[in-house]
């Protein structure tokens, strides 16, 4: 093959990942963004609906991901059933997947419900534990409807068409900041329930974006081959097996990366509010800053997802291969600018200088593991559309658990190398986890691909 042979199926496999991409990154970007919103609008009330909301997200947000982490088994059996050409079979899949949500949806939304015990557990102060709770079950309320949402998104996701997800996440945000204002603050008749208010506003999104969702499958021209609306169906436990076999390994892994962030955050807690501030700041940055790669990872699931289903491993490869490169290069772009601009990142958040200084410090660090955070989070995306995930979940778990926390604590938090660095060593251990985690999806990723492959021949 020529190289200009060769850069052009390049260009053509980055213009269609672009294409796919673009439209998920602004939904994941306006779903960061009403976190934001919340936090901010709960801060004007009192410091107390503030502490009430972060304790709140502290709790729903990981059980969230472990939710949709679950449901997202629904995209690459769509892509490949779609690549397949077997269109027919993928309305009674997503029914299925429907019913799985139902019940995960449910099953969240009660633990959400009965959460005090985790939040006298962390011996939370008893005046935030009402007002925590109060916002918890308030966004209990809408587990359901945002679990029955996410599958449709798959199912949409799966199709090729992730246009539907940033329209609905664009308009979920609009709708988020009036809907804040109104329970927040008591209009039109409604009590003011200060941070609380922010869960109702969260749930009431959660309901519109399900609502949006159903009707833009119900009526767009290209949901209609799956024929997902023509008749009902009872739950088919085989079926919801084979789900929950692909599933439950994505939703631990997802769970255990976000996870590990919030365990670094408990064991910095008690080296003062100027370490714990600095350590949110670039967290938090770090965290926005993902959401590109994430959503590269999103859209290689479904490339490679739909050219296994067309019988195609080696354009699977491909695809993820290039997926890779374009994640990598944006690692490359990201990583300079953090490093370069590190104190004016800081500045954004605060005004003081001892904050500035320890988070321009921990922003070294995230720009460090841009790299391997890029390649880790694309490779488990491709490995998604592969469908292979309890590997992956392992390989996961050992990475973050049994080498990056281990490595981070001893760095940080004991003598056993020396002076305790405290949250440089933690998140060096952050560093040393997810370059690890880089390096063997990469592996497993070239041995599925290869499996394949000769699976084919």
């Known amino acids: 093959m020529s190289t200009d042979t060769r850069l052009g199926r390049v260009r053509t496999e980055l213009r269609s990942l ?3 991409a673009t439209p998920i990154i602004i939904a994941q970007l306006a779903h960061t963004a009403m ?3 919340d936090t901010l609008m709960a801060g004007r009330v009192s410091p107390q609906d503030l502490a009430a909301v972060a304790l709140g997200n502290s709790i729903w947000v990981p059980v969230f991901l472990l939710m949709t982490g679950i449901l997202l088994a629904t995209t690459p059996k769509v892509a490949q059933r779609f690549g397949a050409g077997e269109e027919a079979d993928i309305g009674p899949l997503v029914r299925q997947a429907l019913w799985l ?11 959400l419900w009965n959460a005090e015990f985790i939040l006298r557990t962390m011996n939370i102060e008893p005046e935030l534990i009402t007002p925590a709770m109060g916002y918890l079950r308030a966004v209990a309320c809408g587990f359901p409807a945002v679990a029955l949402y996410h599958v449709l998104r798959c199912f949409s996701d799966g199709l090729g068409h992730t246009r539907p997800a940033m329209v609905l996440g664009i308009l979920g945000l609009l709708l988020n900041i009036p809907a804040n204002y109104i329970f927040i603050y008591g209009k039109f008749g409604l009590p003011a329930m200060g941070g609380v208010g922010c869960g109702w506003a969260t749930a009431l999104v959660m309901g519109f974006m399900l609502i949006g969702m159903l009707v833009w499958v119900k009526w767009a021209p290209y949901y209609r081959a799956s024929a997902l609306f023509t ?3 009872w739950p088919q436990w085989t079926v919801i097996k084979r789900l929950l076999s692909i599933g439950v390994p994505i939703g631990i892994a997802v769970f255990a990366e976000s996870s590990i962030f919030a365990v670094i955050a408990l064991l910095i ?8 501030a600095g350590h949110q700041i670039a967290l938090n940055f770090s965290s926005m800053v993902f959401m590109i790669p994430y959503s590269l990872a999103m859209a290689a699931t479904v490339r490679v997802g739909q050219a296994l289903g067309r019988g195609q491993p080696r354009e699977a490869r491909f695809a993820a291969g290039v997926s890779m490169a374009a994640a990598l290069g944006y690692a490359c772009v990201s990583a300079s600018l953090m490093f370069l601009l590190r104190e004016q990142i800081a500045q954004i958040y605060t005004p003081d200088k001892t904050v500035i ?14 790299f391997s955070d890029a390649i880790q989070v694309t490779a488990a995306g491709a490995l998604r559309g592969y469908q292979d995930t309890r590997i992956t979940m392992l390989l996961t778990l050992f990475a973050y658990w049994g080498i990056g926390l281990p490595v981070g604590y001893a760095l940080g938090l004991s003598d056993l190398f020396g002076e305790p660095s405290g949250p440089s060593g933690l998140w060096q251990g952050l560093v040393v986890g997810l370059t690890c985690a880089a390096a063997m ?17």
């Open 18 to 20: 672009l294409i796919l």
């Open 357 to 370: 200084a320890v988070a321009a410090t921990l922003i070294v660090y995230s720009a460090l593991f841009q």
């Open 441 to 457: 999806l990469t592996v497993r990723l070239a041995r599925s691909a290869r499996k394949r492959i000769r699976r084919a021949v």
């Open 231 to 233: 008749r009902f169906e």
């Open 269 to 276: 807690g008690g080296l003062g509010a100027t370490v714990v």
């Open 35 to 37: 976190g934001f919103v």
């Open 101 to 111: 949500a139902l019940a995960v949806g449910g099953s969240a939304a009660a633990l």
